[in-house]
């Protein structure tokens, strides 16, 4: 693990890897002090922001400055037998001032509930900035899947993003009576940032919120490019890949029990990866396979979810039904094959061939890119980006593409993996001078 040192000649070092990395001198904008310590963005990823370097922050406590609540109603099918631990509805978190204050949604990234580990970091971080916060899962949590996805197959963004839509009215409904919200705003990390887009995008059309400001945290440009860059950190395409891969996934999964029995809350987000990686002494090619592992991870959960849901018969036969008491081991062992690229091709590609006559793989593919909204984006003075040069998500064609549409309104940090450093001072004040700036009028 590399740490960054001080001094000019480093500074003027991270700024050539910067442009190097996104292969144009005017995609860095230096911001002067920038003591982000992790030079290894598979290392920024996993660890995040260490405390010495981050903005100090206010804890959240239930029942007096946040609480959870659930939403029914919000699809008509009936929740599987299953999944009956999802029959309470979709869980959402309220972060709440004490008197009037901007609201901002934040939508989880990929396999995120509403509390996962970035979640909170950005509930505290806005909710430190004076902001009420409406933390929602990730359209590719199950929880969210099960009880707020009309189709049950997620990954369509324009599909789940009025999903989504429908959702934080429906959130917004239950706790309005509760805080007074002076403008409400949008953020989102990873893919929950790309659906962000899509979500200002709807908004613009049907005006129900009028989003005051919507931040993109380290977005997928290309969903499809960017899951199989996550999918090709956990290469499963020979046996000897595939028994390597399983071996390593048990060693995971072990600390992962270690964690749980010694009552740590985990799920297989951001701080499952961290806490994971303080259990285990990785290489850095072990890294990226944890990396690699939990995104996989979420692979799995959401191609068994959706095969229930739609009934595909992929992973579960046709004309089974899976109760609280069926051994679910024999479809655990059979979803554990999907990756990302797999869940698109068998899972995701045959079901809205069908659904929509016409509609090619290439068109999917397409469509769930922010290309799709472009017109929209590059005119849309209120939507902002900000990421990391070295993210393990994007392309160089991505990084052009952020620079071409959004110009001014993006920000590109020389070094922070993937949603490694939103703690870090400097980051965390900008994301909170982002949406005050709003309230100020400028």
């Not at 040192?5 to 442009?19: E, N, S």
């Not at 996104?22 to 995609?27: D, E, F, L, N, P």
């Not at 430190?128 to 969210?144: E, K, Q, R, S, Y």
């Not at 099960?146 to 599909?159: E, F, H, Q």
Request: glycine share 8%; proline share 5%.
């Amino acid at each position: 693990m590399r740490m960054l040192r001080q001094g000019a000649l480093h500074l003027v070092i991270l700024v050539a890897m910067a442009i190097a990395t996104s292969g144009t001198a005017r995609a860095v904008q230096w911001l002067g002090a920038y003591d982000y310590p992790f030079v290894d963005p598979l290392v920024a990823t996993v660890v995040q922001t260490p405390h010495a370097n981050s903005i100090e922050l206010p804890e959240l406590v239930r029942f007096e400055n946040v609480d959870i609540y659930t939403v029914r109603g919000l699809v008509e099918r009936p929740v599987p037998p299953v999944y009956f631990f999802q029959r309470f509805g979709m869980e959402f978190g309220l972060v709440e001032q004490p008197g009037p204050a901007p609201l901002v949604f934040v939508i989880a990234g990929t396999g995120g509930g509403f509390n996962a580990d970035i979640n909170q970091s950005l509930a505290r971080i806005l909710y430190a900035a004076g902001f009420h916060v409406i933390g929602l899962p990730n359209p590719t949590h199950p929880n969210f899947t099960v009880n707020a996805s009309t189709t049950g197959v997620p990954g369509r963004l324009k599909d789940d993003a009025v999903d989504l839509y429908r959702a934080m009215q429906a959130a917004y409904a239950v706790v309005e009576d509760r805080i007074e919200v002076t403008s409400v705003n949008l953020t989102g990390y990873s893919l929950g940032a790309t659906y962000s887009a899509f979500l200002a995008e709807l908004d613009s059309r049907e005006k129900v919120f009028n989003f005051n400001r919507v931040l993109l945290l380290n977005p997928a440009v290309s969903v499809f490019a960017s899951v199989g860059l996550v999918d090709g950190m956990l290469l499963t395409d020979t046996p000897e890949e595939r028994n390597n891969v399983r071996e390593f996934i048990n060693t995971v999964l072990t600390a992962f029990g270690r964690l749980y029995r010694g009552g740590e809350p985990v799920d297989f987000s951001g701080d499952f990866i961290y806490r994971t990686y303080t259990e285990l002494d990785l290489s850095a090619t072990e890294i990226e396979k944890l990396i690699g592992v939990a995104f996989r991870l979420s692979a799995n959960t959401m191609a068994f979810t959706s095969d229930v849901l739609a009934e595909t018969g992929v992973i579960v036969p046709k004309g089974t039904i899976l109760t609280a008491t069926t051994p679910l081991e024999p479809y655990y062992l059979r979803s554990q094959e999907f990756s990302f690229t797999r869940y698109f091709e068998e899972i995701y590609t045959p079901y809205f061939a069908a659904a929509v006559p016409g509609l090619t793989a290439e068109q999917m593919i397409a469509d769930a890119d922010l290309a799709a909204i472009e017109r929209y984006l590059a005119s849309a003075s209120n939507v902002g980006v900000i990421t990391n040069a070295d993210d393990l998500i994007l392309r160089p064609q991505d990084f052009a593409f952020l620079e071409r549409v959004f110009d001014d309104r993006l920000v590109i940090y020389p070094i922070g993996g993937h949603c490694g450093n939103y703690r870090q001072r400097d980051v965390a004040a900008r994301i909170q001078d982002y949406f005050r700036a709003a309230e100020l009028g400028q």
